[in-house]
């Protein structure tokens, strides 16, 4: 499975930005969809995740600002970011959990910068 992911840039405090990510064709089925993300000097950290029944989970820090949606018809997963703050600036990465009889697996997708001006 490879993962495309769009989105980002820069924006200032207060705003939105929408990324998204979508998986190429493969023989797994793709079970969770989930955007981490990595601040400068800070370790990776999950943001939101959601699975194929669409429960969804959310870090704290982005409770009613973040929202993780997916469209299982094109495997593609988006995170809508609302009321951005300065500590939301991170390099963001998309990422699946596989699923083929009883081999799992998971893939990264290609991090997109997400810049946070005050």
């Known amino acids: 499975v490879q993962l495309q992911a769009s989105g980002g840039g820069l924006v200032q405090v207060g705003g939105s930005s929408k990324l998204s990510c979508a998986a190429s064709?493969?023989?797994?089925?793709?079970?969770?969809m989930s955007w981490y993300r990595q601040a400068p000097g800070k370790q990776r950290m999950l943001v939101a995740s959601?699975?194929?029944?669409?429960?969804?989970n959310y870090a704290d820090s982005v409770k009613g600002r973040f929202s993780i949606s997916r469209d299982n018809a094109k495997n593609k997963v988006t995170l809508q970011m609302n009321s951005l703050l300065p500590e939301d600036t991170a390099v963001y990465y998309c990422?699946?959990?596989?699923?083929?009889?009883?081999?799992?697996?998971?893939?990264w997708g290609e991090g997109t910068l997400v810049t946070v001006s005050s």
């Open positions: 990422h699946v959990l596989l699923i083929s009889g009883d081999i799992a697996g998971y893939q």
């Open positions: 064709e493969s023989s797994f089925t793709i079970t969770e």
């Open positions: 959601v699975d194929n029944h669409g429960t969804t």
